[in-house]
């Protein structure tokens, strides 16, 4: 399963594989520019992407530490990467319970999160 959303002269694509994901990115003309892979040992999850000029966003869940410790059963988590793939910052949080992210928009101000 993937996702895309168009930027600039290329797409990101939120690539699943199996409980692990990868944003990529492919130029206009179909050649690969970067994808960055992450994950846990436990179940993962990615619903969204947005792209936007100040970054590519992914969010989703985690059962597992992505860079946090886990607060319950299932995290929300919300990764930023350059527009050239480079990994800015994770952030992950949660309750005693459930917890995830289920998409993401991203505008001049700010990100906005569906829980």
Known sequence: MSASRRFGVGVVVLLLVGAMAAPAAVAGDGDHLWTHQFGTPEFDFVRGVAVHATGVYAVGGTEGN???TS??????FVCKYRRDGKHLWTRQFGTPGWDAVYG????AT????VL
């Open 110 to 113: 700010g990100v906005y999160l």
């Open 104 to 107: 993401v928009a991203v505008d």
């Open 71 to 76: 607060q319950g059963e299932s995290d929300g």
């Open 66 to 68: 992505l860079q946090g």
